[in-house]
């Protein structure tokens, strides 16, 4: 079974930390995607990467960035984390292109106080 | 823009019954990919069927079946049977397939099935 592992379930940060979200799949995918989640606007595209080294903003990449220095991982980063940022966070992973689903992770509920 | 729409926020059911959920989208490729994926409160996303647009016939997986309309960018999921498991948020995407598989979800649907 495709399994993608996001390091943590629940994450409680200050504002204005440094934020790492790290997301790991272990079936050679070439995709990734990082998505936010809010009630009411669905899963929102912060960032996606179709190969190693490659990035691509997606609809709401301010305040964010990412990292992908090996296929298997994809990294998350909040460079000086705001309130509005408390959301949660969804890793996934995909063939790139054709008919395939995404994989998704388990979530990682973020807190900025 | 690329955008999937679903207009249903909330919907309810009563168990054994049917129920349909909407979802359009825009897009001016002509071959491209849709899901429907269900989130139960557990927080695994899961896929629940998918159509590739240039197959005509509506994909079905047993009590899930799909309305595609290509002309009308319509892609609707009806749901038979309803069981208390399918008490979830669902959410359509579209695979963009010129830009490398980029997948854009719509703002979900909130499902509950009634005993």
């Known amino acids: 079974d495709v399994k993608v592992t996001q390091s943590s379930r629940y994450l409680v940060k200050r504002t204005g930390e440094k934020v790492f979200l790290e997301c790991v799949q272990d079936?050679?995918?070439?995709?990734m995607f990082w998505y936010r989640q809010d009630p009411g606007l669905g899963l929102r595209l912060i960032y996606f990467s179709y190969d190693v080294k490659m990035k691509e903003k997606g609809d709401i990449p301010e305040g964010y960035s990412v990292s992908r220095e090996k296929k298997e991982r994809f990294s998350l980063i909040l460079e000086s984390a705001s309130t509005n940022q408390t959301s949660m966070y969804l890793c996934?992973?995909?063939?790139?292109?054709?008919?395939?689903?995404?994989?998704f992770g388990q979530g990682t509920r973020l807190t900025v106080v | 823009a690329q955008t999937v729409t679903q207009s249903q926020p909330e919907m309810s059911v009563q168990e054994a019954e049917t129920v349909t959920l909407s979802c359009t989208y825009d897009?001016?490729?002509?071959?491209?990919?849709l899901f429907w994926y269900k989130q139960p409160p557990s927080r695994q996303m899961i896929l629940v069927i998918r159509?590739?647009?240039?197959?005509?016939q509506n994909a079905t997986e047993n009590r899930f079946s799909v309305n595609f309309q290509k002309a009308a960018k319509s892609f609707s999921l009806k749901i038979s049977d309803s069981q208390l498991g399918d008490t979830a948020m669902y959410f359509c995407?579209?695979?963009?397939?010129?830009?490398?598989?980029?997948?854009?979800f719509g703002q979900g649907t909130e499902l509950s099935v009634k005993p």
């Open positions: 996934a992973s995909s063939l790139f292109r054709g008919n395939t689903e995404a994989f």
């Open positions: 995407a579209r695979m963009i397939y010129n830009q490398g598989g980029k997948l854009i």
């Open positions: 897009t001016s490729e002509n071959n491209y990919y």
């Open positions: 079936m050679d995918h070439e995709n």
């Open positions: 159509q590739e647009a240039y197959k005509q």
